[in-house]
Structures are given as C-alpha cells and as structure tokens.
C-alpha cells in the first residue's frame, strides 16, 4: 500500500497553492485542472460541479511521491445558499 494523494476544497485554490508551496516547499505539477462534467455532479452530489485547481508534489518523496490536490468548486456557494 501507498500514500498516493490528499485531497482539499479550499475558498481561494490559488491562495493555499502558494501558501503550501511558501511554507513547504511544495511544487506545482501542471496543468492547472478544470473539471466538470455528469461524472462530477455524480461524484460530488453538486449540479453543476465545476472544479479548478492543481496538484503539489509533496517534498521529500521525489517526482512519482504523494501530491496535495487543491481544489475550488464554483458551485459549492450556490448550492448551499438553497
């Protein structure tokens, strides 16, 4: 077994990307990701679903290590205002 991926929503993908690449010393995998899709609003139980965001490779584990996916739905603000 291995720790492949952590996943996490944030309000302001781009702000925690930075934050983590600042403070740990993550590093960007491009692309940036944008997801949508009957796939998604399956998956998440959001219509509409549309996620952006990237992934980090943790460091210390080398390129094929764990990543941080960071990621901000557009919907999530609309859906729970309801």
């Given amino acids: 077994m291995r720790f492949a991926h952590t996943n996490i929503i944030s309000n302001n993908w781009k702000e925690l ?3 983590y ?3 740990f010393q ?4 491009p692309p940036v990701r944008k997801q949508s ?3 998604l609003e399956e998956g998440t139980g959001v ?3 549309k996620l952006e965001g990237a992934h ?3 460091p210390g584990y080398g390129v094929n290590g764990p990543t941080l996916e960071i990621y ?3 919907e999530i603000e609309s859906q729970t205002a309801q």
């Fill in 26 to 29: 993550c590093v960007l995998v």
């Fill in 56 to 58: 980090l490779l943790m």
């Fill in 72 to 74: 901000q739905n557009s």
């Fill in 17 to 19: 990307v930075d934050f």
């Fill in 37 to 39: 899709g009957k796939w």
């Fill in 47 to 49: 219509v509409g679903a």
């Fill in 21 to 23: 690449i600042k403070v």
